[in-house]
């Protein structure tokens, strides 16, 4: 009479691990690409384009079934609005200088 296997000499031959078996875990999704930098605390900058034209786009992201979504709160900036934003960045530095 053949002898059984038991379950560890039925797994496959392969290289993998136990660490590897099961459901992949889900990994935390970021908004991060060649165009978006990270500011912290799941705020991020980002260039995009909608419609043909191109804003800087300031925005909180939160999660969502392991995933950083976009949330309501943030900034889109067309570039005009860029623009004379990166004109007073000087004079906010000085004001900020002075009161804090």
């Known amino acids: ?7 560890k000499e039925e797994s496959s031959d392969s290289d993998s691990g ?3 078996r099961g459901p992949a875990k889900k990994q935390k999704k970021s908004p991060e690409d060649e165009n978006s930098w990270d500011l912290g605390k799941n ?5 995009t384009e ?3 034209k191109w804003y800087v786009n300031i925005r909180e992201f939160y999660e969502s ?10 900034i889109m900036l067309t570039m005009e609005q860029w623009q004379k934003f990166k004109g ?6 000085e004001a900020i200088k002075k009161n804090v």
């Open 88 to 93: 007073i960045v000087g004079e906010l530095d």
């Open 1 to 7: 009479m053949p002898k059984k296997k038991s379950k």
């Open 65 to 74: 079934d392991g995933e950083l979504k976009p949330g309501k709160k943030g």
């Open 50 to 52: 909608f419609k043909g």
């Open 43 to 47: 705020r991020y900058v980002k260039l």
């Open 18 to 20: 136990p660490e590897d």
